[in-house]
């Protein structure tokens, strides 16, 4: 006999017992069923399936570099003119005469800041 007609026979046996276990009993006992299934399970084609979830990455994470701390060079100060300029026509040095009638003259600069007075 095959394993198929074995497995039938099983089954009507127990769905037989079960029966007569629940026609003999009374309505006050309690019941027990006892069932079996036999086919190949439904299963539904894949088309029915969800899709996949949709995972997506994070947006990369870009820190700003450090600060850096740079010690500032010492800026190129353009020494002002050395020579200051001199008239005999109003007497004076520029720039406390505007204009001279007889020409300027160009003198050394003196130390101490202010031009001397003649």
């Given at each position: ?7 039938f026979?099983?089954?009507?046996a127990?769905g037989?017992?079960a029966?007569?276990?629940g026609?003999?009993s009374?309505?006050a006992a309690a019941?027990v069923?006892v ?6 399970p439904?299963?539904p084609a894949p088309w029915?399936?969800a899709?996949?979830p949709?995972v997506y990455?994070?947006p ?8 850096v701390a ?8 353009e020494q ?8 005999d ?8 005469v505007a204009s001279c ?5 160009q ?8 031009p001397?007075q003649h």
């Amino acid at each position: 006999m095959s394993l198929k007609t074995n497995l039938f026979r099983s089954a009507l046996a127990l769905g037989a017992c079960a029966l007569g276990a629940g026609a003999v009993s009374s309505p006050a006992a309690a019941r027990v069923v006892v069932g079996f299934g036999f086919g190949v399970p439904v299963v539904p084609a894949p088309w029915y399936y969800a899709p996949p979830p949709v995972v997506y990455a994070p947006p990369p994470v870009v820190y700003a570099p450090p600060p850096v701390a740079v010690a500032p060079q010492p800026a190129y100060v353009e020494q002002p003119n050395q020579d200051w300029y001199y008239c005999d026509n109003p007497r004076g040095y520029y720039p406390y005469v505007a204009s001279c009638n007889s020409g300027w003259h160009q003198v050394p600069a003196q130390p101490g800041g202010a031009p001397p007075q003649h």
